[in-house]
T-cell receptor
């Protein structure tokens, strides 16, 4: 069975500091993994995805994530936080069920302090 | 492309009333989904569809119904609204299995 755990419901960083949002997954098949961002009062927007090609995936807005099979992790990073990065971030893993369903983590709220 | 559109953006219902949340996509996606999002609870899948005429229950289907008569539209029906259905509702679509989902802007519903 597939599942996703996001460690830390709230993360606070200073502007210019490294952003690290943690995601661990469980999957009985090679996983397809996604990171989404949700700005206040908006829908979810895809940041990046891993679909079994390169293990280091680059996304929009300077974010990237590294797939580590041995650690069953897909952590999201950004070298230098901007105030505009303040949002909620969701990690998701796809089910392999011909339904297109995704399993979402509970989300991590990123606060960026000036 | 407009992507995934949802109407209305906001709605206040009285207990016992009914309403339909509209969702449409213009990307010719076969897969469509309805989620609800409550504070601190992430996204919960209500119903999904893998193509016109085919729908199935998700994690929290009670109190809701759906239909999928066309590829483009996937309306969500609330019958006999209850305060527990106060939430933000998102519609999403996907073009194939194991692909990313594209989300609409959401409908914020309050039941009082």
């Amino acid at each position: 069975a597939q599942s996703v755990t996001q460690l830390g419901s709230h993360v606070s960083v200073s502007e210019g500091a490294l952003v690290l949002l943690r995601c661990n997954y469980s999957s009985s098949v090679p996983p397809y993994l996604f990171w989404y961002v949700q700005y206040p009062n908006q829908g979810l927007q895809l940041l990046l995805k891993y679909t079994s090609a390169a293990t280091l995936v680059k996304g929009i807005n300077g974010f990237e994530a590294e797939f580590k099979k041995s650690e069953t992790s897909f952590h999201l990073t950004k070298p230098s936080a901007h105030m505009s990065d303040a949002a909620e971030y969701f990690c998701a893993v796809s089910l392999s069920s011909n339904t297109g369903k995704l399993i979402f983590g509970q989300g991590t709220t990123l606060q960026v302090k000036p | 492309n407009a992507g995934v559109t949802q109407t209305p953006k906001f709605r206040i219902l009285k207990i016992g009333q009914s309403m339909t949340l509209q969702c449409a996509q213009d990307m010719n996606h076969n897969y469509m989904y309805w989620y609800r999002q409550d504070p601190g609870m992430g996204l919960k899948l209500i119903y999904y569809s893998v193509g016109a005429g085919i729908t199935d229950k998700g994690e929290v289907p009670n109190g809701y119904n759906v239909s999928r008569s066309t590829t483009e539209d996937f309306p969500l029906r609330l019958e006999l609204a209850a305060p527990s259905q106060t939430s933000v509702y998102f519609c999403a679509s996907s073009y194939k299995d194991r692909a990313e989902q594209y989300f609409g802007p959401g409908t914020r519903l309050t039941v009082t």
